[in-house]
């Protein structure tokens, strides 16, 4: 059984990480390697594919050291009942896309959708596979990821907290880590947003159905208009 010091230690990593990971995003961001006010090719290249999932293997494999004994934290069971799973995702959703179109109309430097420099300039068939590849990145294997660390492990070791408390903390933790600016009107909502289904459902596996739903269709979204 799991003690207060050792969870107090497990949270401690936590936080150290996700600091770190921060730091570096806003390091990139305000260089100028994070923050492009056009559109890009990232989304077309093999480089993006094979450098994100090195990234996100060594991502989990701190993740899964700082839950080490404690495959519980993650979360990663059945949620406890599917239909109100089901409910909490449809509803995630639609508040999801309807904090956007609030967030659209408001007056900022740059798009929270181009921020991070994904967006390309249109549909390019001769770069499909390149672009099917980072599909799985972006809509499979980054949800995954993000939903263990904090949706899982993050809210797990924050519970002591309180449910509301670990979910605004969980929240602002995931949007900081991304290293954007403009996007955190988007990000730390939409983290609260996933926090609530995962408080919900006593399980991440509902809220990386949302995550994907949402990383896949922005995508799309992005190559299509």
């Not at 900022?108 to 770069?127: A, F, I, V």
């Amino acid at each position: 059984m799991a003690t207060a010091g050792s969870n107090r230690k497990r949270l401690v990593a936590w936080a150290v990480f996700i600091g770190l990971i921060a730091a570096i995003n806003y390091a990139s961001r305000f260089s100028g390697g994070g923050s492009k006010s056009g559109s890009s090719q990232t989304i077309y290249e093999w480089s993006t594919f094979a450098g994100g999932m090195v990234l996100y293997a060594i991502w989990i494999g701190v993740v899964v050291v700082i839950a080490l004994d404690r495959f519980d934290l993650f979360a990663l069971r059945r949620p406890r009942r599917w239909q109100g799973a089901l409910g909490a995702v449809v509803a995630a959703v639609v508040a999801i896309y309807l904090w956007e179109a609030v967030v659209s109309v408001i007056p900022l430097p740059q798009s929270p959708g181009h921020e991070q420099g994904l967006t390309p300039p249109g549909w390019e068939p001769s770069h499909a596979a390149a672009f099917a590849a980072n599909v799985v990145l972006f809509a499979v294997v980054a949800p995954i990821v993000e939903e263990l660390t904090f949706r899982g492990v993050g809210q797990s070791l924050l519970a002591f907290l309180g449910r509301s408390p670990s979910i605004l903390v969980v929240g602002v933790a995931f949007g900081l880590a991304h290293g954007l600016v403009e996007a955190l009107l988007v990000l730390i909502p939409f983290g609260w947003a996933l926090a609530v289904v995962r408080d919900r459902t006593d399980s991440v596996l509902p809220g990386m159905l949302v995550h994907a739903l949402f990383n896949g269709i922005a995508l799309a979204a992005a190559v299509l208009s």
